[in-house]
């Protein structure tokens, strides 16, 4: 029996029953040194199923699984009450760091703002024993600015370099997964080298942050609130791992849904929580209102590289875009007209059916775009699999509705603006195109050895 996603012809870990999955998870439970019961024992272990994981090609070993399915309530917990005993050296700084995407689930989900989501989410979290509650917009920041040069980049050597162009978006860990496990040299040197906000939060908290509060980086332990769960899976990844430390750049990532399941554990509402402002990595500094990027249900990469790439390589201002849809409304191009010539064309899309189209075209070298912002979720990130889902694990529309509206009326912040990336480019990261930058910013992808055809699949 194979999930919706599947690319295999036999799915070894689709089964009537999950009884390897719970004996791994009691294997590792007998072992982590927490066994006594607390007022959190009744959270359930994390459950990916196959139709919720969208790198769902039979790609994960058995270690893998196991660690992910680590990843869930009872990590924070156990964290939680460690830090609750008298030995201080088993002490951890608990840091929360919260995507955008996920801010509008709680405001729709309550009926409130999203800045009253901001600051009772960061209450709920700080009365649990969390001691720093963080936004990752700026990582997106760093993100989209990478992104933005690299474009460039590979545009004006486009002629010299087979692969420079097209370049794929590399916000997206199960598009990734996918990339490296079946589609391999095809595409993965297409992909953009820039890390995600997620991985590029793990470097500003374990870097930057760290260093402020004169911490070693295995001092705290990291969480991630994300719409998805294949955050998870790009948390393991052994690129975003300090030996020097021990230590992964993210510890654990919770779907905002797996924060809805402890608040209803503890009896309680997000309307109840008083509100507490986010905190900022600049010492006593606390952020504002929530800010957003171009995009109507992700970060916008695309928005904002084609404008950007537009004046850099053109000296065209674009003020505003306009999307053609092509085959659905999760398959989108924009261009750019210079002097009666199609300069620029980027497209956007999202969901498996519409990248696998995307991909055939490339094999058979009838790949017009320029840059693709590719997203596993139709519908975007806004639509994770980790929020927004009834209960038999559709997609509840008119919850994505709401959220779709709460996240459009978020004020836009380009990322060129913020004064304290530019400030960190120069004192933390030694200068926008230095050593210390592409190592903390950048990453590589790569093939992985695959046994079955990654373009053998039936949608």
């Known amino acids: 029996m194979k999930c919706e996603n599947c690319t295999k012809k036999e799915c070894s870990k689709k089964q009537k029953n999950d009884d390897s999955q719970s004996a791994s998870v009691d294997a590792l439970s007998s072992n982590d040194g927490f066994e006594e019961k607390n007022e959190f024992y009744a959270l359930a272990n994390a459950k990916i199923l196959l139709s919720d994981c969208l790198a769902c090609d039979n790609c994960m070993t058995s270690e893998e699984g196991a660690r992910v399915f680590q990843q869930n309530q009872k990590e924070l ?45 960061c ?11 963080f936004d990752t917009t700026i990582a997106a920041d760093f993100s989209i600015l990478e992104s933005q040069r690299e474009f460039v980049q590979r545009y004006q050597r486009r002629n010299q370099e087979e692969h420079a162009l097209p370049m794929f978006a590399s916000a997206c860990p199960g598009w990734i997964r996918y990339a490296e496990r079946v589609l391999t040299n095809l595409v993965t040197s297409h992909i953009c080298t820039a890390k995600s906000p ?96 171009d995009g109507k249900r992700s970060d916008g990469y695309l928005e904002h590289i084609f404008k950007h790439a537009a004046k850099e390589l053109f000296g065209m ?33 999202y969901g498996f059916r519409n990248i696998q189209n995307l991909v055939l075209k490339l094999k058979k070298g009838k790949f ?3 840059f693709v912002e590719v997203l596993a979720c139709p519908g975007g990130c806004l639509n994770g699999k980790g929020q927004a889902q009834t209960e ?40 926008i195109d230095s050593r210390k930058a592409q190592e903390t910013l950048h990453t590589k992808y790569s093939a992985v050895n695959q046994t079955a055809s990654g373009l053998d699949i039936k949608w």
Request: aromatic share 10%; proline share 3%; glycine share 4%.
């Open 368 to 370: 017009l775009y320029h």
């Open 392 to 431: 038999d694990g559709k997609p509840d529309k008119a919850l994505l509705n709401q959220m779709e509206e709460v996240y459009a009326a978020i004020p836009v912040r380009l990322p060129e603006t913020n004064v304290h990336v530019q400030k960190m480019y120069q004192d933390w990261l030694e200068g």
């Open 198 to 293: 997620q991985q590029i939060m793990g470097s500003l908290v374990k870097g930057y942050f760290a260093r402020q509060q004169n911490l070693s980086p295995d001092k705290i332990f990291h969480v991630i609130v994300a719409p998805c769960y294949d955050k998870k899976l790009e948390a393991l990844r052994e690129d975003f791992y300090t030996a020097l430390y021990n230590s992964q750049e993210v510890d654990c990532v919770l779907t905002s849904g797996e924060i809805v399941q402890i608040m209803e554990q503890k009896n309680v509402s997000m309307k109840d929580m008083a509100e507490v402002a986010v905190d900022s990595l600049f010492g006593e500094i606390k952020e504002g209102d929530v800010v957003r990027h």
């Open 123 to 133: 209450g709920f979290l700080k009365s649990l024993g969390v001691h720093y509650v």
């Open 77 to 121: 917990f156990r964290i939680l009450n460690l830090n609750k005993k008298c030995d201080t050296s088993k002490h951890k700084v608990l840091a929360v760091s919260i995507c955008p995407q996920s801010l509008p689930y709680f405001a729709a989900k309550f009926n409130l703002s999203v800045n009253d989501a901001a600051r009772r989410l």
């Open 317 to 349: 201002d674009v003020k505003e875009i306009t999307y053609k849809a092509l085959k659905n409304k999760d398959f989108q191009e924009v261009t750019l007209e210079k002097d009666g010539e199609t300069v620029l064309r980027f497209a956007a899309a």
